[in-house]
Nanobody, 122 residues
Protein backbone atom coordinates (compact mmCIF):
# COMPACT_ATOMS: atom_id res chain seq x y z
CA UNK A 1 0.00 0.00 0.00
CA UNK A 2 1.02 3.57 -0.64
CA UNK A 3 0.17 6.12 2.03
CA UNK A 4 0.04 9.88 1.64
CA UNK A 5 0.45 12.25 4.57
CA UNK A 6 -0.36 15.93 4.11
CA UNK A 7 0.62 18.90 6.21
CA UNK A 8 0.60 22.68 6.08
CA UNK A 9 -3.06 23.69 6.07
CA UNK A 10 -4.48 26.34 8.35
CA UNK A 11 -6.19 29.68 8.66
CA UNK A 12 -4.88 32.70 6.77
CA UNK A 13 -6.16 36.12 5.83
CA UNK A 14 -6.97 36.99 2.25
CA UNK A 15 -3.80 37.89 0.38
CA UNK A 16 -1.70 35.62 2.54
CA UNK A 17 0.26 32.49 1.72
CA UNK A 18 0.40 28.86 2.76
CA UNK A 19 2.54 25.92 1.74
CA UNK A 20 1.15 22.40 1.65
CA UNK A 21 3.31 19.28 1.69
CA UNK A 22 2.45 15.68 0.92
CA UNK A 23 4.80 12.76 1.42
CA UNK A 24 4.23 9.32 -0.07
CA UNK A 25 5.46 6.22 1.72
CA UNK A 26 5.12 2.47 1.52
CA UNK A 27 5.94 0.04 -1.24
CA UNK A 28 6.56 2.24 -4.26
CA UNK A 29 8.11 1.30 -7.58
CA UNK A 30 7.39 4.49 -9.44
CA UNK A 31 5.18 7.53 -8.99
CA UNK A 32 3.92 8.84 -12.33
CA UNK A 33 2.00 11.84 -11.06
CA UNK A 34 1.27 13.71 -7.88
CA UNK A 35 -1.27 16.43 -7.45
CA UNK A 36 -3.59 18.44 -5.28
CA UNK A 37 -7.37 18.49 -5.36
CA UNK A 38 -9.77 20.49 -3.22
CA UNK A 39 -13.33 20.17 -2.10
CA UNK A 40 -15.36 23.05 -0.72
CA UNK A 41 -18.59 22.46 1.22
CA UNK A 42 -21.40 21.49 -1.12
CA UNK A 43 -19.10 21.24 -4.13
CA UNK A 44 -17.41 18.44 -6.00
CA UNK A 45 -13.75 17.69 -5.58
CA UNK A 46 -11.75 19.49 -8.25
CA UNK A 47 -8.20 19.42 -9.52
CA UNK A 48 -6.02 22.27 -8.30
CA UNK A 49 -2.69 21.29 -9.82
CA UNK A 50 -0.68 18.22 -10.72
CA UNK A 51 2.81 17.37 -11.85
CA UNK A 52 3.96 14.31 -13.76
CA UNK A 53 7.27 12.52 -13.49
CA UNK A 54 8.74 14.40 -16.45
CA UNK A 55 8.08 17.70 -14.71
CA UNK A 56 5.09 18.92 -16.70
CA UNK A 57 2.65 20.91 -14.57
CA UNK A 58 -1.06 21.48 -14.94
CA UNK A 59 -3.08 24.12 -13.09
CA UNK A 60 -6.74 24.93 -12.71
CA UNK A 61 -7.62 28.30 -14.23
CA UNK A 62 -8.72 29.60 -10.83
CA UNK A 63 -5.25 29.20 -9.32
CA UNK A 64 -2.88 29.70 -12.26
CA UNK A 65 -0.42 32.45 -11.48
CA UNK A 66 -1.04 32.26 -7.73
CA UNK A 67 -0.23 28.63 -6.87
CA UNK A 68 2.93 26.70 -7.69
CA UNK A 69 3.28 22.93 -7.53
CA UNK A 70 6.66 21.31 -7.15
CA UNK A 71 7.98 17.85 -6.44
CA UNK A 72 10.99 16.26 -4.80
CA UNK A 73 11.29 12.89 -6.51
CA UNK A 74 13.97 11.65 -4.11
CA UNK A 75 11.62 12.22 -1.17
CA UNK A 76 8.41 11.22 -2.98
CA UNK A 77 7.01 14.54 -1.82
CA UNK A 78 4.87 17.14 -3.55
CA UNK A 79 4.41 20.73 -2.46
CA UNK A 80 1.82 23.37 -3.19
CA UNK A 81 2.86 26.98 -2.65
CA UNK A 82 -0.29 29.10 -2.42
CA UNK A 83 0.02 32.87 -2.68
CA UNK A 84 -2.51 35.70 -2.91
CA UNK A 85 -5.08 33.47 -1.27
CA UNK A 86 -8.74 34.33 -1.65
CA UNK A 87 -11.77 33.34 0.45
CA UNK A 88 -12.92 31.18 -2.45
CA UNK A 89 -9.79 29.06 -2.01
CA UNK A 90 -11.26 27.81 1.27
CA UNK A 91 -11.61 24.02 1.05
CA UNK A 92 -10.21 20.72 2.19
CA UNK A 93 -7.14 20.04 0.09
CA UNK A 94 -6.34 16.44 -0.81
CA UNK A 95 -3.11 15.03 -2.13
CA UNK A 96 -3.23 12.37 -4.84
CA UNK A 97 -0.57 10.10 -6.27
CA UNK A 98 -0.66 7.59 -9.11
CA UNK A 99 1.95 5.11 -10.19
CA UNK A 100 3.17 1.56 -9.69
CA UNK A 101 3.65 -0.12 -6.33
CA UNK A 102 6.52 -2.33 -5.24
CA UNK A 103 4.82 -5.69 -5.76
CA UNK A 104 6.01 -8.03 -8.50
CA UNK A 105 4.93 -7.49 -11.09
CA UNK A 106 4.22 -3.89 -10.13
CA UNK A 107 0.54 -2.97 -9.86
CA UNK A 108 -1.06 0.34 -10.60
CA UNK A 109 -1.99 2.36 -7.54
CA UNK A 110 -3.90 5.52 -6.90
CA UNK A 111 -3.85 6.92 -3.39
CA UNK A 112 -5.41 9.84 -1.56
CA UNK A 113 -4.31 11.67 1.52
CA UNK A 114 -6.59 12.34 4.46
CA UNK A 115 -7.06 15.99 3.53
CA UNK A 116 -5.96 19.23 5.13
CA UNK A 117 -8.20 22.21 5.77
CA UNK A 118 -7.34 25.57 4.24
CA UNK A 119 -9.45 28.49 5.41
CA UNK A 120 -9.02 31.98 3.99
CA UNK A 121 -10.74 34.78 5.86
CA UNK A 122 -11.82 38.00 4.18
Amino acid sequence: QVQLVESGGGLVQAGGSLRLSCAASGSIFKINSMGWYRQAPGKQRELVADIISGGSRNYADAVRGRFTISRDNAKNTVYLEMNSLKPEDTAVYYCNAKGYDGSWPPSVFGSWGQGTQVTVSS
